[in-house]
């Protein structure tokens, strides 16, 4: 049997490799770091997080994240599995200990007999590479990418990340900071005291408005201009820039908190920081990605009421995303429609968030180990979340606006009845059936258990 080389050691990459190796195949996982690092990686472990280290909601009975992370469990996910060992309290979300995580899945596949991992950058694959998948995320080596824009006839569509800034938590001043996750959500008291929140009267909300817009911003290069920001992970100094009661509507809405330092009086805006490591001494403030100057930086989160002696691990940044047009180049299992011998995974196939990109190598490794051992890939039912997903990069989006997405139920085929009730209990009957519905089917493509 011929191996399966996967390009690229990310959240989708290792997925991809795990599955294909668990399935019985040889599998030369082909990862560039350490030997040459990217803008945003400090390290050359395998699913390094380099932005949020939250995998978001866990809740799989109604929201269509956690459901998706259910489904990977039951699949075998080894990203699921480091998460759930790596996690730290949240509230209802999942969060890891990032370190911790990225070093348990590349301990998981060096150890694994079935993969080998080659350190090295690779270009296009040889033509004798009769099964690839190439999941190199949105920092592609140019060398790689510049050869799948030629190849593919098309320009890689490319937006911007930014990166939320890291504080130390002893740094934090909790004569004013309070822990508390939002109406006390989790089943246990870590849970429930999961994030650091700053609180801010009208006053101190309007000054930092303020400085937020008049801080000066990291320059672009020409090339980078007129790339546009994807709209899930937006700079905070942007969405200032979209009115100033923007904010408070988003990352620092001050609803579901009650600041123990002053019961009576209500915040005017709220800013929530959550763990960032097991020991609890790092918190990264949620909802802050920045194209802020560092030193500006510094000066303006200081402004925040408990940060004004804030200490950073990390300071925010910003970097260049790029992914492919699949609607147009993909086809139905993630192949390249002028090459078939090579599969993208990913989030350089449109799939925006951590989970969403291992769920797409969760398929490619499926889908390539399935024809390595000489049978048909098997998509996922478009009732799960899997198969919402792939449905939509592989033709369910329109191609001429394609632009990266999270999954949703709106991306789920619409049920055939209509619950009743409130608007808050039809909304979430709707998410409960949809989830129902998603997991028996998930349970029958994976062969746990027969189709009624």
Request: glycine share 8%.
């Amino acid at each position: 049997m011929t191996p399966i080389h996967v390009i690229g050691a990310g959240m989708a990459g290792s997925e991809a490799a795990w599955q294909a190796a668990e399935a019985g195949c040889d599998v030369i996982l082909h990862e560039m770091r350490p030997v040459r690092g990217t803008e945003a990686h400090r390290t050359g472990d395998c699913a390094e997080l380099v932005c949020s280290n939250s995998f978001r909601s866990d809740d799989a009975a109604t929201n269509a994240v956690g459901l998706l992370h259910e489904e990977m469990r039951r699949a075998g996910s080894l990203i699921m599995a480091m998460g759930d060992r790596c996690r730290l309290p949240a509230g209802g979300a999942l969060a890891v200990d990032r370190e911790a995580f990225a070093q348990a899945v590349t301990a998981a596949l060096a150890a694994h007999p079935n993969i080998e991992i080659r350190r090295e950058e690779v270009g296009w694959p040889p033509e004798d590479w009769a099964n690839v998948v190439i999941a190199t995320g949105p920092l592609t080596a140019p060398g790689l990418a510049q050869e799948i824009r030629a190849r593919t006839g098309r320009e890689a569509l490319a937006f911007f990340d930014a990166i939320a800034p890291i504080v130390h938590a002893e740094s934090v001043d909790l004569s004013k900071a309070w822990f508390q996750s939002r109406y006390d959500k989790g089943e246990t008291e870590a849970d429930r005291t999961a994030y650091l929140n700053c609180p801010m009267d009208a006053e101190t909300y309007e000054r930092f408005i303020d400085a937020l817009l008049a801080a000066p911003v990291s320059d672009f290069k020409d090339w980078e201009r007129d790339t546009p920001y994807f709209e899930g992970c937006l700079p905070i100094e942007v969405m200032a820039a979209r009115g100033r009661e923007t904010l408070r509507h988003g990352p620092m809405k001050p609803v579901g908190l009650t600041n123990p330092h002053a019961p009576t009086v209500k915040p005017h805006a709220v800013v929530q920081l959550r763990r960032d490591n097991a020991l609890g001494t790092l918190y990264n403030i949620v909802g802050f990605q920045t194209k802020m100057k560092y030193a500006a930086q510094a000066d303006v989160l200081r402004m925040i009421p408990g940060l004004e002696d804030a200490r950073f691990a990390r300071l925010g940044g910003i970097h260049r995303n790029t992914f492919l047009n699949s609607p147009r180049l993909l086809d139905g299992l993630m192949r390249l429609k002028g090459a078939p011998r090579l599969r993208f995974a990913g989030q350089i196939t449109g799939v925006e968030g951590y989970v969403e990109s291992a769920a797409m190598g969760l398929l490619a490794g499926r889908f390539a180990a399935a024809e390595a051992l000489g049978g048909a890939p098997v998509p996922p039912p478009p009732e799960t979340a899997h198969g919402a997903l792939l449905a939509h990069i592989t033709g369910g989006a329109e191609a001429e606006t394609f632009q990266p997405m999270n999954v949703n139920f709106g991306l789920f085929p619409p049920l055939d009845t209509r619950a009743r009730g409130r608007k808050a209990a039809r909304k979430q009957a709707r998410a409960e059936a949809m989830s129902a519905r998603a997991l028996a089917a998930c349970d029958v493509w994976l062969g746990r258990r027969a189709a009624a």
